[in-house]
C-alpha cells in the first residue's frame, strides 16, 4: 500500500532541516577545528550568503526549461551531499572559504523550492476539495527533523572529539531527502512556470512601496543580527564559556523544542496580537536575548536564553512570509517571496556576517552588542512606521482552522 501523500511531503521537511540540525550548531566550531580564527569565520559564513543571490538563477532554470520540480529538488540535495562528503578535503582558508560557498549554492535554493512545491500541492489539494494544510503545520515538521540529529551527534562528538563527522551525517540526511523527494507528486511546466517567475518591477513597487518598505528594512536589520548569533553562539559556547563541544547541538536543540509550540500556535498567536504587536514582542524578545547573551557572560544565561528561539524563528522564518503573501496577488506572487529572499534575508545575512567577523576580534560579547543595537534599531522602526492593512490580520486569523491531518 503506498504511503499518503502528506507522509511523504511532511518526511521532506523533516529530513531536509535534519540537514540543518547537522550544521548550524557545528559549522563555525568545524571552522574553528579547520585553525580558521573569527575574521576568517565570519569571512566564510559571509561569502557562503552570496548563495542566497543566486538562488533564483536556480529556479528560473526550472521555469525555463521545464523541468519536474521533484527531479530538480533531488538533484540539488544529492549534489548537497556529494558536495558535504568532499569538504574535509580542503585544508587551506581560501578552499575551505570556496567549498563552503559551492555547498551554500546547491543547499539554499532547496527550501524555496521545497516551499514552492508544497504551496502548488495544497493548492491543487484545494481545487479538489481536499483540505488545505496551512504551511506552518507542515513546516514544524521541518523543525523536529531539526532536533534529531543532536543526540547521535552528541554520542558521536563525545566519542571522537572530531567535528567532521556532522558533515558526513548531514550528507547522510541530504541523501535521503533526495530520495525521498522523488515520491513527491509531479508538478506540471506550466504549474511551475506559475510559481517559479523572477522577481517582477510589480513585485518590486510592492515590496519597497510605502506598506512594506518599514517591515523590509527591519527584517534586513534582524537578519544581519541573526547571522551573527548563528555565526558565533557555537563557539561563543565552546571556546567563550568553555562547554564541551559535543553539548552544542543539544544546547541549541533546548530552544528548537520550544519552536515546535510556538510554530503551532503561530496563526493563534498572530490573530490574537495583530500582525504589528506580533512583530513587537517578537522583536523585543529578541532583544532580551543578544542583550543578555552580550552582558552575562554566563553558561547558565547562555543556555536559559533559549527559551527565546521560538519568538525568534516566527518573526525571522515565518511571519513575513505570511505576511508577503498577503499583499501579494497570483501572478507575482512567487516573485515577491523570491525578491524579498534574495535581498532582504540574503542581503542581511551577508553584510550581518562581513560586519560580525571583525567585531567578534574585540570579544563575543563586542559582537552580541552589536546584533541587540541592530535589533533595537528594528524594533524602533517597526514601532514607529510599519502600519500593515487590517486585511493582513484577517488572513493570518483564519489559518489555524485550515490545517487537518491526514
Not at 39 to 64: E, K
Not at 143 to 151: A, D, M, Q, S
Not at 345 to 374: C, D, E, Q, S, T
Request: positive net charge.
Amino acid at each position: 500500500m503506498l504511503l499518503p501523500l502528506m507522509f511523504h511531503l511532511r518526511l521532506q521537511y523533516f529530513l531536509n532541516y535534519a540537514v540543518n540540525g547537522c550544521l548550524i550548531p557545528f559549522m563555525s566550531i568545524y571552522f574553528q577545528q579547520m585553525h580558521l580564527d573569527n575574521m576568517q569565520i565570519g569571512m566564510v559564513m559571509g561569502v557562503a550568503s552570496l548563495a542566497v543571490v543566486l538562488s533564483p538563477v536556480l529556479v528560473t532554470l526550472i521555469a525555463d526549461t521545464h523541468l519536474d520540480g521533484r527531479k530538480m529538488l533531488a538533484g540539488l540535495l544529492m549534489l548537497t551531499a556529494v558536495s558535504l562528503i568532499v569538504l574535509p578535503l580542503y585544508g587551506t582558508f581560501l578552499a575551505i572559504l570556496c567549498g563552503w560557498l559551492m555547498t551554500n549554492i546547491v543547499q539554499i535554493p532547496v527550501n524555496p523550492l521545497q516551499d514552492g512545491i508544497n504551496f502548488a500541492i495544497q493548492e491543487e489539494r484545494g481545487r479538489q476539495g481536499l483540505a488545505v494544510v496551512a504551511f506552518h503545520r507542515v513546516r514544524v515538521w521541518g523543525t523536529i527533523g531539526y532536533i534529531v540529529p543532536g543526540l547521535a551527534l552528541y554520542l558521536l562528538v563525545r566519542r571522537t572529539q572530531d567535528v567532521t563527522v556532522v558533515l558526513y551525517l548531514a550528507a547522510g540526511f541530504a541523501f535521503a531527502a533526495g530520495l525521498n523527494s522523488l515520491m513527491l507528486p509531479s508538478i506540471g511546466a506550466r504549474d511551475m512556470s506559475r510559481e517559479r517567475k523572477l522577481p517582477t518591477v510589480e513585485a518590486a513597487r510592492v515590496l519597497f512601496g510605502r506598506k512594506m518598505l518599514i517591515l523590509c528594512i527591519a527584517s534586513f536589520l534582524l537578519q544581519m543580527a541573526a547571522a551573527c548569533y548563528y555565526s558565533f553562539y557555537p563557539v561563543y559556547l565552546t571556546k567563550g564559556l568553555g562547554i564541551s563541544k559535543e553539548w552544542s547541538a543539544m544546547i541549541m536543540n533546548i530552544g528548537v523544542l520550544g519552536e515546535i509550540l510556538f510554530m503551532l500556535a503561530f496563526g493563534r498567536l498572530m490573530a490574537f496580537f495583530g500582525p504589528r504587536r506580533f512583530l513587537l514582542i517578537g522583536t523585543a524578545v529578541i532583544l532580551v536575548r543578544m542583550t543578555l547573551l552580550a552582558a552575562v557572560a554566563n553558561p547558565y544565561v547562555a543556555i536559559g536564553t533559549q527559551v527565546c528561539h521560538g519568538a525568534m524563528v516566527l518573526v525571522l522564518q515565518v511571519g513575513p512570509i505570511v505576511l508577503l503573501n498577503s499583499m501579494g496577488e497570483a501572478r507575482f506572487r512567487h516573485s515577491l517571496q523570491g525578491l524579498f529572499a534574495m535581498l532582504v534575508i540574503g542581503g542581511g545575512r551577508i553584510v550581518g556576517n562581513f560586519a560580525a567577523g571583525p567585531i567578534a576580534r574585540y570579544g563575543y560579547n563586542a559582537a552580541y552588542w552589536w546584533a541587540a543595537g541592530l535589533v533595537l534599531v528594528a524594533g524602533l522602526l517597526l514601532a514607529v512606521g510599519y502600519h500593515p492593512q487590517p486585511a493582513v490580520a484577517t488572513v493570518t486569523a483564519a489559518e489555524p482552522d485550515e490545517a487537518v491531518a491526514e
